[in-house]
């Protein structure tokens, strides 16, 4: 084979290595996803069986500000878990764990934040997987791989696009 033959070659599996990497950062956003989807619903069965809502439980503000009133000495702040709220974060509550298939019969409190806990390393995860993929999709586009279906200046102004907090 020439030279040019086998830069070529060396080019194609290079990209092709990048695409599988790609298509596997996809496959894990999507499973993740799924993780997701399930803490989220039980965090809602969590807070229907505790009657609370995520803004149903006033501000330590509030709670203050009521109590300031009184005349006798009572500590300023009551900390009230905005999951629990009111019910009891003793009663035994069955739960499987994240990630494998052991069922524990734990306190309420404990229950919701480990899943509180979980879904945050979940969206963090995600982040990371979708910049990756922004990035890969990219990398790939720029070669040139994706110039028949998508124009590369567009396909660069979109992976380029950065979410701005307001």
Not at 16 to 35: C, G, S
Not at 85 to 103: A, L, R, Y
Not at 117 to 144: M, P, W
Request: charged share 30%; glycine share 4%; proline share 4%.
């Amino acid at each position: 084979m020439d030279e040019d033959m086998k830069q070529y070659q060396q080019r194609l599996t290079e990209l092709e290595t990048e695409a599988e990497r790609l298509l596997l950062a996809r496959h894990q956003m999507v499973e993740i996803d799924k993780a997701r989807n399930g803490n989220r619903e039980a965090l809602t069965a969590l807070r229907k069986r505790a009657r609370t809502t995520k803004t149903s439980i006033p501000s330590p503000f509030e709670t203050i500000m009521r109590e300031i009133g009184g005349p006798e000495s009572r500590p300023l702040v009551n900390e009230v878990c905005s999951t629990c709220g009111n019910h009891d974060s003793n009663e035994k509550t069955w739960m499987m764990f994240p990630g494998t298939d052991v069922f524990a019969r734990i306190p309420f409190h404990a229950a919701h934040t480990i899943l509180e806990t979980d879904q945050d390393r979940l969206d963090f995860e995600t982040k990371k997987l979708q910049s990756y993929v922004k990035e890969k999709s990219l990398l790939i586009s720029e070669t040139g791989a994706l110039a028949d279906t998508i124009n590369p200046a567009i396909f660069k102004s979109l992976a380029t696009l950065t979410d701005k907090r307001k």
